[in-house]
């Protein structure tokens, strides 16, 4: 039996326009008690911080410096949206060439993502408007 290409939907994430404000939202009305401080992540752009649930995570993304890849993400939704939605894969590299050996647009050399793990991003308009962020699955630590 081959095994599937996609492992596990790992998180879903969320651009945000104040991530101090998106947290809050998370904790007093959706009453999450596992949240993640906001954590800078320059390379990437983005401030970030994790809400964690049973079933996996929401991934709170916040613009950060003038370069910041949702910028535009912002301007076309001022409140926030959902952003993307990430997938754990095996292997990143053999991933990203099954992909553009599909024909799918490869947005990104593999380069560290908020989870510390290699990531890349394909072209939403390959895939039906949703932008995808494979993901090398980290190792668990329990
Ligand atoms: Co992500």
């Known amino acids: 039996m081959s095994k599937s290409f ?3 939907l790992n998180h879903v994430g969320v651009a945000v326009p104040d991530i101090h404000i998106a947290i809050g939202f998370y ?3 959706l009453e999450v008690k596992d949240i993640t401080d906001p954590v ?6 983005v401030t970030y911080s994790f809400v964690n649930l049973p079933s996996g995570q929401v991934e709170l993304i916040q613009p950060y410096g003038k370069n910041s890849p949702i910028l ?3 301007n076309k939704n001022p ?4 952003h993307h939605i ?6 990143i590299f053999k991933a990203s060439e099954e992909m553009k050996k599909k024909g799918m647009r490869v947005l990104n050399e593999p380069r560290i993502g908020a989870h510390g793990t290699l990531v890349v991003f394909l072209h939403p308009g390959d ?3 949703v932008l995808i962020e494979l993901m ?4 668990k630590t329990f």
Do not use: N, R
């Open 6 to 8: 996609l492992g596990p």
């Open 27 to 29: 904790k007093k009305v």
């Open 40 to 45: 800078d992540l320059p390379s990437q752009g």
């Open 72 to 74: 535009k993400f912002l």
């Open 79 to 82: 409140k926030g949206g959902q």
């Open 86 to 91: 990430c997938f754990e894969v095996v292997d």
């Open 127 to 129: 895939s039906g408007g």
């Open 136 to 139: 090398e699955t980290p190792l």
